[in-house]
């Protein structure tokens, strides 16, 4: 049944940087459905962009590996989608490319920076799409726009092709309208392969069960306090509520070490982007570099010019804390942080099964309404934690505050991704019925 | 404290043009994000790499890789089948 899906949508969100009209397909798991790909996953043939104007033009002459194995499974790759310059932001707002538009409200942000996948989604334009997450940038958007995004446990998903930000942290994870189709999707994009050279042979091949009788659910108080809007803990009490009637056990947990996630995340992030970011200097790739000027005379002026304000920013701040003077302050001791909140989760897990909380302090706010940089940043408060442990989280959907999506986010053991996925489709098979 | 100068040292070091105007907007937030990044100076313990990160080594022979043609078609400025960088000297 192989053949060719015509894709033209009304792209009112600026949900995509690139579209496929005419998009291939063939036979297998995911035969003629329309999946869109973050523009940070190389596509052969296919723009990528990173939604940065230092990229933009850039056809890879090789495709991801997640893209292969959609390819196939025998999905149409449709297109791709908007995000933070890099990845840098929690609201697609960075992009080079303009920023996508919440599709609950178009006045709103859709969180980011997967943004354009999660809107893709969230408007109907695809029933899924691949996004990536160091901090939150899956989850974060899915829960702005009121769907379900899961970044799976370090080294389950091969990130060969997945242009490097944060490379002790990014992974590649699906975006859908329902758990059981995030779970498809990971079923084709969670296989071995070496060129990755963090990953583990462990393919995920589960089909999701709502039996979650006698599931240990631990609730930190750190995820309810401080900095959450009240009205969000509230509605995910409630949510957590669900899975209690459904029979799992409920069990007050703590997190210490959650106090220095933020900073540590960021330091790490910028620091690993400062190194990453080294690459762009328009002679491989990108827009040409004047080989006349000086070696570097023209790559300040060329990564000057190209780079947005906060990729400009965040090479700065990483380049600094790796600096002699700086590193032993800030770099080191982000490293410890991480460590302390590994076995801060460990040390919970040991007792426990799932770990719930609220995915976002907020719902999505209008674009201007959060500007400073570090209250930007501080909007990761509750994403980045399970990044820094290296374990699966989940972002699903739980009800709305002001009408705007609130998203539940479910964490579980490392390896654990499918009782993960379990425990959001038992809360969306209840809540659904 | 980060000064003007720091910043313009920085933007050296990581090859990063900033335009003069930018550069006390710059101090200020880093001053900021500085401060709040100097929360965690009190964290006690070691680093370690990230969790279940593990060197994996392979034998060193060779694999196919992509044709010449490939890895020159995004390349801003090419010669005889190299690529063209600025020069260093």
Redesign the interface.
């Known amino acids: 049944m192989a053949g060719t899906l015509n894709f033209s949508p009304d792209d009112s969100y600026n949900a995509f940087i690139t579209t496929c009209a005419e998009a291939p397909f063939g036979d297998g798991a995911l035969a003629g459905i329309a999946v869109a790909i973050k523009d940070n996953l190389s596509t052969a043939g296919i723009q990528t962009t990173c939604a940065s104007r230092i990229l933009a033009g850039?056809?890879p002459?090789?495709d991801a590996h997640v893209v292969e194995l959609l390819r196939g499974a025998g999905a149409a790759i449709v297109g791709k989608t908007n995000m933070d310059e890099f990845g840098m932001g929690s609201t697609t707002g960075t992009s080079a490319f303009g920023p996508t538009k919440n599709p609950i409200d178009p006045e709103r942000v859709p969180g980011g920076s997967s943004g354009g996948s999660a809107a893709a989604v969230a408007a109907g334009l695809v029933p899924m799409a691949l996004g990536s997450d160091a901090g939150g940038a899956i989850r974060c958007p899915a829960a702005f726009c009121g769907i379900v995004g899961f970044k799976p446990t370090?080294?389950r998903v091969s990130r060969y092709g997945l242009i490097a930000h944060t490379s002790?942290?990014e992974e590649i994870g699906p975006m859908a309208r329902t758990v059981g189709d995030v779970s498809r999707l990971l079923s084709v994009i969670a296989r071995y392969d070496?060129r990755d050279?963090?990953m583990?042979d462990r393919p995920y091949d589960h089909e999701p069960s709502a039996d979650i009788k006698g599931l240990k659910v631990g609730i930190p108080a750190e995820y309810f306090g401080e900095g959450v809007d009240e009205r969000i803990a509230e509605q995910v009490r409630t949510a957590v509520g669900v899975l209690e009637d459904l029979g799992a056990d409920l069990v007050p947990v703590s997190i210490p070490g959650m106090?220095?996630a933020l900073?540590?995340y960021?330091?790490i992030c910028m620091s690993e982007a400062?190194s990453n970011l080294?690459r762009y200097?328009?002679?491989?790739?990108?827009?040409?570099?004047?080989?006349?000027?000086?070696?570097?005379?023209?790559?300040?002026?060329?990564?000057?010019?190209y780079?947005g304000?906060e990729a400009?920013?965040r090479?700065?701040?990483g380049?600094?804390?790796l600096?002699a003077g700086y590193a032993g302050?800030?770099y080191?001791?982000?490293?410890?942080?991480?460590?302390?909140i590994?076995r801060d989760f460990e040390r919970a897990f040991s007792d426990l099964d799932i770990i719930a909380g609220p995915t976002m302090p907020t719902v999505a706010f209008r674009p201007g309404e959060v500007t400073d940089?570090?209250a930007l940043?501080r909007l990761d408060a509750l994403t980045v934690p399970a990044s820094l442990?290296?374990?699966p989280a989940i972002s699903v959907p739980c009800g709305r505050v002001d009408n705007l999506p609130v998203g539940l986010q479910l964490m579980g053991r490392?390896f654990e991704d499918e009782r993960v996925i379990d425990a959001a489709f038992a809360y969306e098979q209840e809540v659904r019925a | 404290m980060i000064t003007e100068s720091d910043i313009e040292h920085i933007a050296e070091l990581a090859d990063i043009g900033i335009s003069k105007d930018e550069v006390p907007e710059f101090a200020r937030q880093f001053n900021a994000i500085l401060e709040y990044f100097s929360t965690i100076e009190s964290v006690e313990g070691e680093g370690a790499p990230a969790a279940g990160a593990a060197n994996a080594f392979r034998e060193d022979e060779p694999r196919p890789c992509l044709p010449q043609e490939a890895v020159l078609a995004n390349a801003g400025s090419t010669e005889n089948g190299y690529i063209k960088a600025p020069r260093v000297m």
């Open positions: 850039y056809i002459p090789y370090p080294s002790s942290l070496p050279s963090t583990v106090r220095y900073p540590a960021s330091i400062s080294a200097d328009g002679v491989r790739y990108g827009p040409a570099v004047d080989t006349k000027k000086s070696w570097h005379e023209a790559y300040q002026d060329l990564r000057g010019e780079f304000v400009r920013r090479i700065l701040l380049t600094l804390t600096s302050r800030y080191a001791k982000a490293l410890a942080a991480r460590r302390n590994a940089p570090l940043y442990a290296g374990i490392r």
